[in-house]
T-cell receptor, first 113, second 112 residues
Framework: DGGITQSPKYLFRKEGQNVTLSCEQN?????MYWYRQDPGQGLRLIYY???????QKGDIAEGYSVSREKKESFPLTVTSAQKNPTAFYLC????????????FGQGTRLTVV | GENVEQHPSTLSVQEGDSAVIKCTYS??????FPWYKQELGKRPQLIID?????GEKKDQRIAVTLNKTAKHFSLHITETQPEDSAVYFC???????????FGKGTTLSVSS
């Protein structure tokens, strides 16, 4: 499995702490995305980025922040303002935004206790 | 914003039967409709996609149909096998064409 890598696979944090999830891709893709997956809820879009130094809010951006300083990297920070942060987080990338195949990372399962 | 509805949420079939999963989308500007398969504990992977200028697309046992007028599209799996058991997600490009909006998923179980 190359291409798009998320780390770590499992992450535990105490309530009230910020935590950053890593996402790196070597596919030379312009667009990157963060989705949250909860049972029965499908994949919900948190943030996306079309190019370096640009990102846009998705449907559930509250309590999250991102940066896109390098083409290869799109880290997601889950802040203490996120009311229910325990979830499975998936990062994806595509050649360009929107209407092309998205390639997913293996995901990070975040548990806040 | 774009909304994608997917039905059914669960589907159980016998090996060899066909399975059909249906999705509707809200934004007539959507022009790309992929289907992803997610096996337990693994990442979602694209299995087939269709663009708005095409009505049907086939790839071996899998086919997707698109009705732009009615704003719905369907996944058809023929001759199902136990290894087809997984969660299937439909998606549609959002109004701005900048991201994919996913349905809530269908858990397909194929029993032998």
């Amino acid at each position: 499995d190359g291409g798009i890598t998320q780390s770590p696979k499992y992450l535990f944090r105490k309530e009230g702490q910020n935590v950053t999830l890593s996402c790196e891709q070597n596919l030379n893709h312009d667009a990157m995305y963060w989705y949250r997956q909860d049972p029965g809820q499908g994949l919900r879009l948190i943030y996306y980025s079309q190019i370096v130094n640009d990102f846009q809010k998705g449907d559930i951006a509250e309590g999250y922040s991102v940066s896109r300083e390098k083409k290869e990297s799109f880290p997601l920070t889950v802040t203490s303002a996120q009311k229910n942060p325990t979830a499975f987080y998936l990062c994806a990338s595509s050649i360009r935004v929107g209407s092309t195949e998205a390639f997913f990372g293996q995901g990070t399962r975040l548990t806040v206790v | 914003g774009e909304n994608v509805e997917q039905h059914p949420s669960t589907l159980s079939v016998q090996e060899g039967d066909s399975a059909v999963i249906k999705c509707t989308y809200s934004d007539s500007a959507s022009n790309y409709f992929p289907w992803y398969k997610q096996e337990l504990g693994k990442r979602p992977q694209l299995i087939i996609d269709i663009r708005s200028n095409v009505g049907e697309k086939k790839d071996q046992r899998i086919a997707v149909t698109l009705n732009k007028t009615a704003k719905h599209f369907s996944l058809h799996i023929t001759e199902t096998q136990p290894e087809d058991s997984a969660v299937y997600f439909c998606a549609a490009s959002n109004q701005a064409g900048t991201a994919l909006i996913f349905g809530k998923g269908t858990t397909l179980s194929v029993s032998s």
